[in-house]
């Protein structure tokens, strides 16, 4: 495209990273780039705002020496060259210098540079207001963005009507006399900053900087109504845009919308594969996730014993166990506790008992007939050993004192297994709290609150105010139905 220009830019492509970009891209299209004006140099590519007295006293007295029919363009020519395929007319991107700036050059006076209106471009924007400016050269910009999110935004064909309605007042946006009135929701402004953000970054990270201007000054616009619809807890506010960028921030409501739940459904999603790991709980979690971390191998090097052991295994446990095989792990704990004491009772509890089709884990009351609670621990550290020896128990997570929180090993998989020890006078009510589910759990405590009475895993008790409580029931656990006012619910029910 640029075959036969001589380009020099400024400044310079060592110290402006703009044309640095711009002069790479041009020379691929043909162009030849100098670091140094020289008879040859067909144009001066420069930054307006790079347009001052020592410019003219560096680069452009000395260019006009070397060829006084040289050109001086803004910058913005070549990238809007490239953007539009074609050789673009250089009517208003001509930098001249105006005759004030001409007689300062002639006489100059004691001033170290020169303000924009020394200089005019014959472009009209100096003339116009910031947001005017960003208005004007926002269809590029919505090409952009409609590219960009075209594939996030979803469609309808109410919207592409509108998106044509917007094309069809270009030229009236144009002059910069008629706006679109949009509303938007105060609750959607935050997402639209984050996208506003996003892209001026992605846009100065590609050398984009009439977008990037475009994108700032709608960046201004939104901050600015953000602060007012909060100041004034407004629900919504009415931003007065060109249509274009009507447009512009009708795709990036709906991207951000989709960008934004895509966000959330990551953190979610993460947070949760971090919390699925023993001992990580919410707030460690999102400590992890506004790390960066994402995956388990990021956090494997931050957790404790516990956590690399989850990891390790991490497949085995997060996978849902067939009944068949909970009962294999739990025929072989029963076998055993029977070669130990004939008085060990064990029972399988939580989804198992309520005939769920598969489980998350194991879950075993361990008992003995008549036994106390020392009794019962001290029998269940034998076990335990032997489980150990016999390779069925591989790991304790937490061993506390009445729960063992542990890992045991049939067919090479890994399944978390929770063992509670219960005093054989606790039954009823530790089958109860132990068969679930956590919902109808709550709902059983808080009947029993209304009756006044308090329901946990060791009994029923009376919750009169001002009395000592006392136990109404803990061995049978359809008696704590029954003084509930209940009939005896099947635990496939619960
Ligand atoms: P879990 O094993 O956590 O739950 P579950 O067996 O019902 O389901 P899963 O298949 O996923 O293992 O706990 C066993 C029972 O303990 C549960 O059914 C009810 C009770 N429980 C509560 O009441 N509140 C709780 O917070 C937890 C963790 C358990
Ligand atoms: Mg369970």
Same mark, same amino acid.
């Given at each position: 495209?640029?075959?036969?220009?001589?380009?020099?830019?400024?400044?310079?492509?060592?110290?402006?990273?703009?044309?640095?970009?711009?002069s790479?891209?041009?020379?691929?299209?043909?162009?030849?780039?100098?670091?140094?004006i020289?008879?040859?140099?067909?144009?001066?590519?420069?930054?307006?705002?790079?347009?001052?007295q020592?410019?003219?006293?560096?680069?452009l007295?000395? &260019?006009?020496?070397?060829?006084k029919?040289?050109?001086?363009?803004?910058?913005?020519?070549? /990238?809007?060259?490239?953007a539009?395929?074609?050789?673009?007319?250089?009517?208003?991107?001509?930098?001249?210098?105006?005759?004030?700036?001409?007689?300062?050059?002639?006489?100059?006076? #004691?001033?170290?540079?020169?303000?924009?209106?020394?200089?005019?471009?014959?472009?009209?924007r100096? /003339?116009?207001?910031?947001i005017?400016?960003?208005?004007?050269?926002?269809?590029?910009?919505?090409?952009?963005?409609?590219?960009?999110?075209?594939?996030?935004?979803? @469609?309808?064909?109410?919207v592409?009507?509108?998106?044509?309605?917007?094309?069809?007042?270009d030229?009236?946006?144009?002059?910069?006399?008629?706006?679109?009135?949009?509303?938007?929701?105060?609750?959607?402004?935050?997402?639209?900053?984050? +996208? !506003?953000?996003?892209?001026? +970054?992605?846009?100065?990270?590609n050398?984009?900087?009439?977008?990037?201007?475009?994108?700032?000054? !709608?960046?201004?616009?939104?901050?600015?109504?953000?602060?007012? +619809?909060?100041?004034?807890?407004?629900?919504?506010?009415?931003?007065?845009?060109?249509?274009?960028?009507?447009?512009?921030?009708?795709?990036?409501?709906?991207?951000?919308?989709?960008?934004?739940?895509? &966000? $959330?459904?990551?953190?979610s999603?993460?947070?949760?594969?971090?919390?699925?790991?023993?001992?990580?709980?919410? @707030?460690?979690?999102?400590?992890?996730?506004?790390?960066?971390?994402?995956?388990?191998q990021?956090?494997?090097?931050?957790?404790?014993?516990?956590?690399?052991?989850?990891?390790?295994?991490?497949?085995?446990?997060? #996978?849902?166990?067939?009944?068949?095989?909970?009962?294999?792990?739990?025929?072989?704990v029963?076998? +055993?506790?029977?070669?130990?004491?004939?008085?060990?009772?064990?029972?399988?509890?939580?989804?198992?008992?309520?005939?769920?089709?598969?489980?998350?884990?194991?879950?075993?009351?361990?008992?003995?007939?008549?036994?106390?609670?020392?009794?019962?621990?001290?029998?269940?550290?034998?076990?335990?050993?032997?489980?150990?020896?016999?390779?069925? &128990? $591989?790991?304790?997570?937490?061993?506390?004192?009445?729960?063992?929180?542990?890992?045991?090993?049939?067919?090479?998989?890994?399944?978390?297994?929770?063992?509670?020890?219960?005093?054989w006078? #606790?039954? %009823?009510? &530790?089958t109860?709290?132990?068969?679930?589910?956590?919902?109808?759990?709550?709902?059983?405590?808080?009947?029993?609150?209304?009756?006044?009475?308090?329901?946990?895993?060791?009994?029923?008790?009376?919750?009169?105010?001002?009395?000592?409580?006392h136990?109404?029931?803990?061995?049978?656990?359809?008696?704590?139905?029954?003084?509930? %006012?209940?009939?005896?619910? #099947?635990?496939?029910?619960?």
């Open positions: 495209m640029f075959n036969g220009y001589h380009f020099y830019f400024y400044p310079s492509t060592d110290v402006s990273r703009i044309n640095q970009i711009r790479r891209i041009v020379a691929k299209q043909g162009a030849t780039i100098t670091s140094e020289n008879a040859q140099t067909s144009h001066i590519l420069v930054r307006p705002q790079s347009v001052n020592k410019f003219y006293d560096n680069v007295n000395p &260019a006009l020496k070397i060829n029919n040289i050109t001086v363009l803004d910058s913005d020519w070549v /990238s809007e060259s490239v539009g395929r074609k050789i673009m007319n250089t009517d208003g991107y001509v930098v001249t210098a105006n005759q004030h700036v001409q007689d300062e050059i002639a006489h100059p006076v #004691e001033k170290s540079g020169c303000n924009d209106n020394d200089l005019e471009t014959v472009k009209k100096r /003339s116009t207001s910031y005017d400016e960003c208005n004007k050269k926002s269809k590029q910009l919505s090409e952009d963005i409609e590219f960009k999110y075209r594939e996030a935004s979803e @469609y309808d064909d109410d592409d009507r509108k998106n044509s309605q917007f094309h069809q007042t030229e009236t946006s144009e002059q910069g006399d008629l706006y679109e009135t949009l509303s938007i929701p105060t609750s959607e402004l935050n997402s639209v900053v984050n +996208a !506003l953000e996003q892209s001026i +970054a992605d846009k100065s990270r050398g984009h900087s009439n977008y990037s201007k475009t994108l700032n000054g !709608l960046y201004d616009i939104v901050v600015k109504a953000k602060h007012e +619809a909060l100041r004034e807890r407004r629900r919504s506010v009415d931003l007065k845009l060109s249509p274009e960028n009507a447009r512009n921030i009708s795709y990036l409501t709906r991207a951000s919308q989709t960008k934004w739940l895509q &966000a $959330v459904k990551e953190r999603d993460t947070i949760k594969l971090f919390m699925s790991v023993y001992g990580i709980g919410e @707030y460690t979690a999102n400590k992890f996730f506004s790390k960066g971390y994402r995956s388990l990021d956090i494997f090097p931050f957790v404790d014993d516990n956590g690399r052991v989850s990891i390790t295994h991490h497949s085995d446990f997060v #996978e849902r166990i067939s009944r068949e095989e909970v009962e294999e792990h739990f025929t072989q029963k076998s +055993a506790a029977a070669e130990l004491d004939k008085d060990i009772q064990l029972y399988c509890m939580g989804s198992y008992r309520r005939g769920c089709r598969d489980c998350g884990d194991i879950d075993i009351i361990f008992t003995m007939n008549q036994g106390t609670i020392m009794k019962i621990k001290s029998k269940f550290e034998i076990l335990l050993e032997k489980m150990f020896k016999e390779k069925l &128990a $591989v790991y304790t997570f937490t061993k506390g004192s009445g729960k063992w929180l542990g890992a045991t090993q049939v067919n090479s998989k890994w399944r978390r297994m929770d063992i509670l020890l219960v005093p006078q #606790e039954l %009823g009510a &530790a109860l709290y132990y068969t679930g589910s956590g919902e109808f759990n709550r709902m059983m405590r808080s009947r029993a609150i209304k009756m006044n009475m308090k329901l946990n895993q060791t009994g029923l008790f009376t919750a009169t105010k001002g009395e000592e409580p136990l109404l029931e803990s061995f049978n656990e359809s008696k704590i139905f029954t003084i509930l %006012g209940l009939p005896w619910i #099947e635990p496939s029910k619960r």
